[in-house]
């Protein structure tokens, strides 16, 4: 099996499974909060170095535990909306604490329904969006597969959550969901200086500009999530988060519930920062 070599491992997050489970158990003695939803089926992670959201990213992943899927359907990438989609439909990804295959049965059926970039494991877009979920799914769930796809901020993405979900269920397979993406850019590396710098500038993003796509997503409105996006740039990965949403719903998911949200400026003060949250649904 031809696997696809982890990019970011050594450096955006540790190398070794030693110092990665010593990261992921300091991370689960942060006080972050419990989910509260029963048999939750996914959620939403972002993806910054794991000094900066890990702890977050392994929290929400972490609660899914008692309800061990099949498969792990992971949306990321940076897309904008005339993107095409992206998807790994064979082989493996390399992680510290091992390889997971990819649910090659899940992806075929994909790709005979909807039009995908078909990336490969010596053939794809560097992105760190999916790898950096990948070695606390490898650690909390050892045998599942996965099957990652990249999708744009665009209406027709939400189809493609859905049929993950009709086609899993017509496989037999039990399916998670996670939609990774991070919230505002904002400063003068990003190019996004609405309100200025300084604590009025953080103070904004964090109440206003961050909450408006958190309250999206948390009411569970993938279009309006997308909407937020493009308006007012409050997440970099909508198309993302939006179609695990949707994909969550198809799934029988009721509700989602925000356990954190944080910035970069906590663990790096400056005047560019951006903003994570963790939502389970």
Known sequence: MIIRKADFAGSWYPGNAGECERE??????????TSSIENPVGGIVPHAGW?????IACNVIHSLINNPPDVF?????????????????????????????????LAEELTGGFSFNIETP???TQDNTIELQLPFIKYFFDN?????????????????????????????????ILGSTDLTHYGPNYGFVPKGTGQAALDWV???????VIDAMTAMEPERVITEALSNQNACCAGA??????????????????IAHATSYDKSPGDSFVGYT????
Request: proline residues 4%; glycine residues 10%; aromatic residues 8%.
């Open 24 to 33: 992921i158990n300091s991370f689960l003695s942060e006080n972050i909060k």
């Open 51 to 55: 000094y900066f959201s890990g702890s």
């Open 73 to 105: 359907v992971i949306f990321g990438m940076h897309l904008h909306s005339g993107s095409p989609c992206y998807i790994m439909k064979e082989g493996a990804w390399e992680t510290p604490f091992g390889d997971i295959q990819i649910e090659k049965s």
């Open 122 to 124: 010596d053939n794809f």
């Open 144 to 176: 599942v597969k996965i099957v990652p796809i990249g999708v744009p901020p665009a209406k027709d993405s939400l189809k493609i959550g859905k049929a993950v979900v009709e086609i899993g269920s017509k496989l037999g397979l039990k399916i998670n």
């Open 206 to 212: 964090r109440n206003k500009n961050d909450r408006k």
């Open 241 to 258: 988060a939006a179609t695990a949403i949707a994909a969550a719903k198809a799934l029988g998911a009721k509700q989602a519930q925000e």
């Open 278 to 281: 963790g939502i389970v649904f």
